[in-house]
């Protein structure tokens, strides 16, 4: 099946999950799509989040994608319901994948997740732990400033050491010997992350999980394809200023240029003719 595979986040952090899905599916064509203009997402409240993702899904919809796949921690547990609601097509979030994980990973069954305040907030991640494993306890802190800090390249600054050091205190004394990096920035922190938590607590990010996931789904369902992949890599605003932190966070020269797009509209009661 050649149409490609819709891929949607509030930013280019999902750039993160790209690369694991370029990674494990070469022969998949993706359309990208990171709303430039309007992130963060994570700082919101969950209508505006919902109406933002229902466009971003929408504009991937009208290119004929075959499967969704929110590469965004703030949209997959604030509103995939929504998304799954208005979509024809599968759409895969990155909680659940990174949950498996961090279920198969864990022998003290305590949990740590870090995330936005709206992934937070949601309860989301709680929520899927306890479906799956209810014997298991989770304990969340929302680490705002990580997001800008991993846009402005500061993986490496003793600011960024002092803040994450002050972020993950609060998990001294929980004994998680499992920690979710539940967004998509946080896999560029993963050292800084690691020093601050210890040596002895796993990390786990959503980027391989979920591209070991899509590659799963695609092929139960007789989507794959054969090739050759082609990429689109669309944003709402300023491609020229996001590139070079885009190509950061894919880990390397972008397949192809950030070309910027409006949104579509969301299907509902209108203007009249
Ligand atoms: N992509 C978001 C996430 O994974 C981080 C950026 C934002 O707040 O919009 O939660």
Redesign the pocket.
Known sequence: VDKPIGVF???I??LTVVKEIVKALPNESLVFIGDTAR?????RGKAVITQFALELATTLLERDVKYLVAA???ISSTCLAEVRAVSPVPVLGVVDPAVQTALKQTRSGRIGMI??RA?VASGFYEQQIRELEPSVSVMSVACPLF?PLAEEGLSAAQATRLIAADYLAPFADSEIDVLVLG???YPILRDVIQQAIGESVVLVDSARPTAETLAAELEEAGLGSEGPAAYELLVTDAPERVHQVASDFFGRELPGALRQTSLGRLPGPGPRD
């Open positions: 986040d509030s930013g952090g999902g992130v963060p997402y994570g700082t965004c921690n703030t995330g936005t992934t997001v967004c998509t920035h």
